[in-house]
């Protein structure tokens, strides 16, 4: 199984700066990496798939990169409603795909 | 818009067997996408349970395959999780979601959830 490992476990920012999430993977999955964003109460939505293509309607301040084993998601500049649960997913291996444990940006 | 929304008991006892429905609205299931399950126990990530293709070929998470049956219903579009022998340690939200067809497993659709406890 691949393990999806996400750092930090929570993240302080304040609203107008930069966020940035981090995602690694136990063995390449070449792009096949997909985030998520969750608010509370609410199932999870697809940000990006690709590690890098927004999902529609995704606006242009989120940003992912990467490939490999190591991915990085960017939220340039925080909005209110940026402040959410986010999942790195690997579809890499079908069909035992795996999710990371998650980051949980906050307000600093 | 497709819509997805799980349907079933809130409680099921240890040991008793934990079925799910999810209807799918706004999209038919045998047009280019396979089915799948995620759960989400309290205050924790989110955990990969399986998926199934319209035809009915259905692919599951090695951790749960020996108790888990997923099923598809064209007629009625939707489809449907067992998972036996359960513990507490099956609580969970438990999620219908629309994925990607033949490894393209990305997740573009959700349904809102549904809490399943299990207890005594």
């Known amino acids: 199984e691949i393990v999806m490992t996400q750092s930090p476990a929570t993240l302080s920012v304040s609203p107008g700066e930069r966020a940035t999430l981090s995602c690694r993977a136990s063995?390449?999955?070449?792009?096949?990496l997909a985030w998520y964003q969750q608010k509370p109460g609410q199932a999870p939505s697809l940000l990006m798939s690709g590690a890098s293509t927004r999902a529609t309607g995704i606006p242009a301040r989120f940003s992912g990169t990467g490939s490999g084993t190591e991915f990085t998601l960017t939220i340039s500049s925080l909005q209110s409603e940026d402040f959410a649960l986010y999942y790195c997913?690997?579809?890499?291996?079908?069909?035992?795909?795996?999710f990371g444990q998650g980051t949980k940006l906050e307000i600093k | 818009q497709v819509q997805l929304q799980e349907s079933g008991p809130g409680l099921v006892k240890p040991s008793e067997t934990l079925s799910l429905t999810c209807g799918v609205s706004g999209y038919s299931i045998t047009t280019g996408y396979d089915w799948g399950w995620i759960r989400q126990p309290p205050g924790k990530g989110l955990e990969w349970i399986g998926s199934?293709?319209?035809?009915?070929?259905?692919y599951y998470n090695s951790s749960l395959k020996s108790r888990l049956t997923l099923s598809v219903d064209t007629s009625k579009n939707q489809f449907s999780l067992k998972l036996s022998s359960v513990t507490a340690a099956d609580t969970a939200v438990y999620y219908c979601a629309r994925v990607g067809h033949s490894g393209y497993g990305v997740i573009d659709s959700w349904g809102q959830g549904t809490l399943v406890t299990v207890s005594s």
């Open positions: 199934i293709h319209h035809s009915g070929v259905a």
């Open positions: 997913q690997q579809y890499s291996s079908w069909p035992s795909y795996t």
């Open positions: 063995q390449s999955v070449s792009s096949n």
